[in-house]
């Protein structure tokens, strides 16, 4: 199984995507490029690609960048059409975590093709929370760990559905703990906020984007935040790494290509993206959801991939763990 995992981590770091000489040409289609979402409109992936798309037409001479939703089979059907597109500079997939775990918890071939598809840029990333209505008990990691083992179980978590990063996040956090607790899964970021205010459960794990307005308010807060360190938007939330060394859990958006996209265009638009992610208005904006732009070359991006599938890879298969 670990050799199995090791070979197709490789295919996001193969030295053929990754490289980039510096006095290569930098390439541009004249036609209008597409950057393709799993996601509807309006969610935190949606903003983040419509973002990117206004800046690369107002950058690029000639540029014309179109957001396109592909919503269905948890982004596995934008990633499949992807995949499946011509790699000549005209489509882009903006995606996250979700497309490599739906492909692992769904047992789905299209996850293949996933792997074949070429990292261009890591443009943000923001961490998991755990989040709880004000009068809950646990203030704490640790005392959230010690009322999960004194109800043994009955303690009741929501997340957005079977298979999403929160589900697989807290399993994790279940292993390296010991806890047992009743993960609730709903249809969605929303319905999953919405349950953890109706009372419906006890906690909910989500991102920051969500119930944003609810923690500004004080009618949730957040215990812990799953990134290595703190979020810079809400520098009084600890880590679960703080209490719980080496537990963490980052939620990504990125920029991926149809394999045997030209390297020169996979080199411009991950120059473009950079400088982008750099500016002070985008870093607003960015932050302004949760998240912190991140960017740097191609294999940075390819790394964070290899990292992720051999992690989740492991959490599916060792739980067993399939789409409902």
Same mark, same amino acid.
């Given at each position: 199984?670990?050799?199995?995992?090791?070979?197709?981590?490789?295919?996001?770091?193969?030295?053929?995507?990754?490289?980039?000489?510096?006095?290569?040409?930098?390439?541009?289609?004249?036609?209008?490029?597409?950057?393709?979402?799993?996601?509807?409109?309006?969610?935190?992936?949606?903003?983040?690609?419509?973002?990117?798309?206004?800046?690369?037409?107002?950058?690029?001479?000639?540029?014309?960048?179109?957001?396109?939703?592909?919503?269905?089979?948890?982004?596995? +059907?934008?990633?499949?059409?992807? /995949?499946?597109?011509? $790699?000549?500079?005209? !489509? #882009?997939?903006? @995606?996250? %975590?979700?497309?490599?775990?739906?492909?692992?918890?769904?047992?789905?071939?299209?996850?293949?093709?996933?792997?074949?598809?070429?990292?261009?840029?890591?443009?943000?990333?923001?961490?998991?929370?755990?989040?709880?209505?004000?009068?809950?008990?646990?203030?704490?990691?640790?005392?959230?760990?010690?009322?999960?083992?004194?109800?043994?179980?009955?303690?009741?978590?929501?997340?957005?559905?079977?298979?999403?990063?929160?589900?697989?996040?807290?399993?994790?956090?279940?292993?390296?703990?010991?806890?047992?607790?009743?993960?609730?899964?709903?249809?969605?970021?929303?319905?999953?906020?919405?349950?953890?205010?109706?009372?419906?459960?006890?906690?909910?794990?989500?991102?920051?984007?969500?119930?944003?307005?609810?923690?500004?308010?004080?009618?949730?807060?957040?215990?812990? +935040?799953?990134?290595?360190?703190? /979020?810079?938007?809400? $520098?009084?939330?600890? !880590? #679960?790494?703080? @209490?719980? %060394?080496?537990?963490?859990?980052?939620?990504?958006?990125?920029?991926?290509?149809?394999?045997?996209?030209?390297?020169?265009?996979?080199?411009?638009?991950?120059?473009?993206?950079?400088?982008?992610?750099?500016?002070?208005?985008?870093?607003?904006?960015?932050?302004?959801?949760?998240?912190?732009?991140?960017?740097?070359?191609?294999?940075?991006?390819?790394?964070?991939?290899?990292?992720?599938?051999?992690?989740?890879?492991?959490?599916?298969?060792?739980?067993?763990?399939?789409?409902?």
């Amino acid at each position: 199984m670990v050799q199995r995992i090791g070979r197709r981590a490789a295919l996001f770091s193969t030295p053929a995507l990754l490289a980039a000489p510096a006095a290569r040409a930098q390439a541009w289609p004249s036609r209008p490029a597409r950057i393709v979402v799993g996601f509807a409109a309006g969610g935190a992936n949606d903003i983040m690609a419509r973002l990117l798309a206004q800046k690369l037409s107002e950058r690029i001479h000639g540029g014309n960048f179109i957001v396109e939703n592909r919503p269905g089979g948890s982004t596995l +059907v934008a990633a499949d059409h992807v /995949a499946r597109s011509a $790699p000549d500079g005209t !489509t #882009f997939f903006y @995606t996250s %975590p979700s497309t490599l775990i739906s492909g692992l918890v769904n047992r789905s071939p299209v996850v293949e093709q996933v792997q074949s598809l070429a990292p261009v840029v890591l443009a943000q990333s923001s961490p998991l929370a755990l989040v709880c209505r004000p009068d809950f008990p646990a203030r704490t990691v640790a005392d959230f760990i010690a009322l999960a083992r004194e109800r043994q179980g009955r303690l009741t978590v929501s997340h957005p559905g079977t298979g999403a990063i929160n589900h697989l996040a807290m399993v994790l956090l279940m292993r390296q703990t010991g806890i047992e607790v009743t993960l609730v899964p709903y249809t969605g970021n929303q319905p999953s906020i919405t349950a953890l205010i109706r009372g419906d459960v006890d906690v909910a794990h989500d991102g920051l984007f969500t119930p944003r307005a609810q923690l500004e308010a004080g009618t949730l807060r957040a215990i812990a +935040v799953t990134s290595a360190e703190r /979020a810079p938007a809400y $520098p009084n939330v600890p !880590t #679960f790494g703080e @209490t719980l %060394p080496g537990y963490a859990v980052g939620f990504w958006g990125g920029m991926l290509a149809p394999r045997g996209t030209p390297d020169p265009i996979l080199d411009r638009m991950n120059q473009e993206l950079d400088a982008i992610l750099k500016q002070p208005d985008v870093i607003e904006r960015v932050r302004g959801f949760g998240a912190e732009p991140v960017g740097g070359g191609r294999d940075r991006f390819a790394q964070t991939l290899a990292e992720d599938w051999a992690k989740w890879t492991q959490v599916v298969r060792e739980n067993n763990i399939r789409a409902e």
